[in-house]
C-alpha cells in the first residue's frame, strides 16, 4: 500500500497558495464593490451637478430681471426728484411761468409779436 499522505512541508505550502489566491480573491470582490458604489454616486453626483446648472441658470436670469428693475426705479426716482425741482421753481416764482426777476423789472419780453 502506498502512502497517501502528503508531507507537512507540501501541505503547507498548498495551504499558503490556497490563502493567498483567497485573500487575491477577496481583495478583487471588495474592490469590485467599491468600483460600483463611486460609479453610483459619481452617477448622482453628476445628476446633482446638473440640477444646480440649472438653479445657477435661473439665479443668473433672476439677477438679470433685478438689475433691470434697479434700473427703472432709479430712472423714476430721477424722474421724480426732477418734477419736485420744478414744481419748488413753480412754487417760488421761478421755472416755466416767468424766468427769476423778469416780472418784477418790468424789462423781460413777453414772447408774442
Not at 512541508?9 to 489566491?21: M, S
Not at 446633482?48 to 432709479?74: F, H, P, Y
Not at 424722474?79 to 412754487?91: F, K, S, V
Request: charged share 25%; glycine share 12%; net charge neutral.
Amino acid at each position: 500500500m502506498a502512502d497517501a499522505s502528503i508531507p507537512l512541508e507540501t501541505a503547507l505550502k498548498i495551504a499558503e497558495l490556497l490563502a493567498i489566491v483567497g485573500g487575491g480573491g477577496l481583495v478583487l470582490m471588495r474592490m469590485t464593490r467599491m468600483a460600483a458604489r463611486f460609479e453610483f454616486i459619481g452617477e448622482q453626483q453628476s445628476k446633482e451637478i446638473s440640477e444646480l446648472k440649472l438653479q445657477v441658470v435661473k439665479i443668473g436670469d433672476l439677477m438679470t430681471n433685478v438689475a433691470v428693475q434697479n434700473e427703472r426705479l432709479d430712472a423714476q426716482a430721477k424722474r421724480i426728484n426732477l418734477l419736485d425741482q420744478r414744481y419748488e421753481e413753480l412754487r417760488h416764482g421761478e421755472g416755466f411761468v416767468y424766468p427769476l426777476g423778469t416780472h418784477l423789472s418790468g424789462g423781460g419780453s413777453t414772447g408774442r409779436k
